[in-house]
């Protein structure tokens, strides 16, 4: 057996999410079904962190174990050949048994996107998260200052979420206008399920004059999600890239990567 990693991105708009669901289209399901036509048998991947419905891959890991013997090229040509338009492998290259795509990432990116005027946007429609009232970035980011470092951050978490513990640690949170769009990029040690959406409700409360920046400080504080208001929609969020540590030897995340 021999352990591949993989880069994989995807337009999560016509998906269920990632992981495989029953009644409805994955990302998955499709990754698994092209890359088990290459190796000429079943193929199960592992990822770095799961999207949900109607969330975008710009820089999702995987990992899968196999037996066939191909080259680089070819899993990346074989794959893209049999995967739907909305989903491309972006690279492919073996990696030792002691790989794993979740549990050996150090930081996760995320960005979400923020499409902000009075009319809701045509051709970028599932691309951004439409924001009506006008939003002033400097009390987002006074507000973003509050939820940097290592927190219990149960209050920004859906109350569905299966982690074990809600400590996390966010290294960044940063809040840039260009425009009509304003971008918030973050990076943690990992994220909770919801915990950028309920991130970026909160901000966008704060930015749009409804709270004062210290109120994400007080949600936080409270640890109960039933206080820290509305979770943002799905349309606006980027799963942006993996750091792992380099003896790897895997691709950068590009977090700086002008998708927007």
């Known amino acids: 057996m021999v352990r591949i ?15 495989y669901q029953e009644h409805s289209p994955s990302v998955q399901v499709a990754v698994e079904r092209a890359l088990a036509k290459v190796a000429n048998h079943p193929v199960r991947v592992v990822c770095a962190g799961r999207t949900d419905t109607g969330v975008h891959g710009a820089g999702q890991v995987i990992h899968f174990d196999m037996h066939a013997e191909r080259s680089e090229f070819s899993w990346v040509r074989g794959a893209n050949s049999n ?15 002691a790989f ?7 930081r996760r990116y995320y960005r979400y996107v923020i499409f902000n005027r009075a009319i809701r946007p045509a051709y970028l ?7 009506y009232r006008p939003l002033n970035v400097e009390p987002m ?17 859906a109350v569905a979420c299966q982690a074990r513990s809600p400590v996390r640690t966010l290294y960044q949170l940063d809040v840039v206008r260009r425009g009509e769009f304003i971008i918030l990029d973050l990076n943690a040690n990992a994220f909770l399920h919801h915990m950028v959406r309920n991130i970026a409700g909160v901000l966008m409360t704060i930015g749009a004059g409804e709270a004062e920046p210290d109120w994400a400080r007080q949600v936080l504080e409270q640890q109960d999600r039933t206080l820290g208001g509305v979770t943002a929609p799905p349309d606006g ?24």
């Open 125 to 131: 429609h599932r691309r951004v998260s439409w924001e």
């Open 141 to 157: 980011r006074q507000a973003a200052h509050y939820l940097l470092g290592e927190h219990d951050f149960s209050a920004y978490r």
């Open 237 to 260: 969020l980027y799963f942006m890239g993996v750091d792992y540590p380099a003896e790897f030897n895997l691709p950068k995340p590009v977090v700086a990567d002008p998708i927007w």
């Open 83 to 97: 995967l739907p338009y909305s989903v491309r492998l972006l690279w492919a290259r073996p990696v030792e048994a």
């Open 5 to 19: 990693a993989a880069g994989v991105e995807y337009d999560g708009s016509a998906f269920c999410g990632w992981q």
């Open 100 to 106: 794993h795509a979740r549990f050996s990432a150090r």
